[in-house]
């Protein structure tokens, strides 16, 4: 009889102890009783037969199996970020039996003999355009990469990063390894998938949390039969079951939603730099705004040229609302037939409720930040810890009464100026109306066919989608982002600006207002 330490799929239990009749390999998924049910789990180590108490017996074997490397990079996570070694390897995607082993030394002395006639097998699934074509700029930064390990691309917005990406990638499967592109998730469009399947056909796969489980099981069928070259995706795509992997592409590095706020709550951007290490691969992170954590701890490697050079005039305005000044040149614009942005930095009609005497905002009890006026469900909540109390009348730091309410959220913003500009088409840019990506596809296929003529939104507005028309930035409400509970409130209020800015003026010159 053989004994094994075991520890359960995702959960924070302890490790366990079972035993089977035949030998087992460390990484092999099983299935075990625990109580009256069946648990997914994971074999650890062979032990001796415990003392003291019986042991119960593994129930299945199942053709799935964990990588001495998963299990050792799935080690460091529950340590780094204090997590049990099963809640670790949840993250990982198992590779399975009946392909071949990556711990196998003989079949990697093999793989490496038939390399080149895996290149030259590709056939109709290889790039079908060529590589796009370097300017002088990205040349150089795409050289200077080549030397480095791990580096930082800082490249202005429109200074055509992805085509220095493509390069790189083609390049690291052209040496027979793999690559994967993370994204923040609201960039994994239609329209980015196209671009980069122009280059590799159908070697390339897009990974996120949407997927069904039968589309994942596709993709994954993929990969393991070795006919993946680039996963492509969210922070999830890290922990694909690719067999060597090469590089590493974290591009908008700064992006807060690699920070997995579920347990084990790693940072992708960081478990990047660990895992290219780990795994010898080259890791370049990429944004137009750079995480100061980034900027100071990586080598940089700089793009400053945007494609086309364009000029922006900045303007800055005192207040923090909507002025008849904005509205009136939104309207001039809306006129010259060109498209404008205007961004609100809160959601939906939701404000913050202060005192006219004291000025004193009405903050949730728990963080110290500012609750929210949700004015439709007629509560306040705090959008950090989810508090919610009935809308307060009383200052709870002087008496007076009444409280007010400021602030405009995009609600407001878009009755204001449908009130002001007869037959503007306002596309509304925030999580209350793009819910999923098929409404993101439309209003942005909308929006570039110059359908609707503002874009108005939050936060979401900063990702990089790409709108070329845009000649005028109104950007309100820096001050609240400047006053965030954050203590990098300032360096995203920074990065924001640059973001939104960036939005505009990317074929003509534009205006931007503050
Ligand atoms: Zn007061
Ligand atoms: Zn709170």
Known sequence: MHYYQITLHRS???????????????GQQIEVPVHSKVKLAMVLDEVEKPEGFETSEILNVLNSYYSSMQIEIAKFISSYYFSSLGEALGLFVPCRSGYPHPDDEKLNSLKDATKDVILDCRGEDTPTYGLPILSDDQKRAYKKLLKKDKALLFGVTGSGKTEVFISLMAKTIAEGKQCIFLMPEISLTPQMQTRLEKYFGKRIVMWHSKLTKKKKEKILEKIYAKEVDIVAGARSALFTPLEEVGLIIVDEEHDDSYK??????????????????????????????????????????????????????????????????????IDENFRAGEQSLLFVPTRGNFKYLYCTKCGETHTCPYCSVGMALHRYARHLKCHYCNFTEVIREVCSACGHTPLISERMGTVEAKEMIHSSIEDIVIEQFDRDSITTAGKLKKALKRFESKESHLLLGTQMLSKGHDYANITLSVILGMDYILGLGDYRARERAMSLLIQIAGRSGRAKSADVII
Request: hydrophobic share 35%; proline share 6%.
């Open 12 to 26: 924070s239990a302890p490790i366990l102890t079972y035993h089977y009749d035949k030998p087992l390999k460390i």
């Open 260 to 329: 997995s706020m579920m347990k084990p709550r790693y940072h992708a951007r960081d478990m990047a730099v660990y895992m290219g290490a780990k795994l010898g691969a080259k890791v370049v992170l990429a944004s137009a705004t750079p995480s100061l954590g980034s900027y100071h701890k990586y080598e940089v490697v700089k793009l400053t040229k945007p494609f086309i050079q364009t000029q922006k005039k900045y303007y800055f305005v005192e207040g923090s609302t909507l002025t008849n000044g904005m509205i009136k040149k």
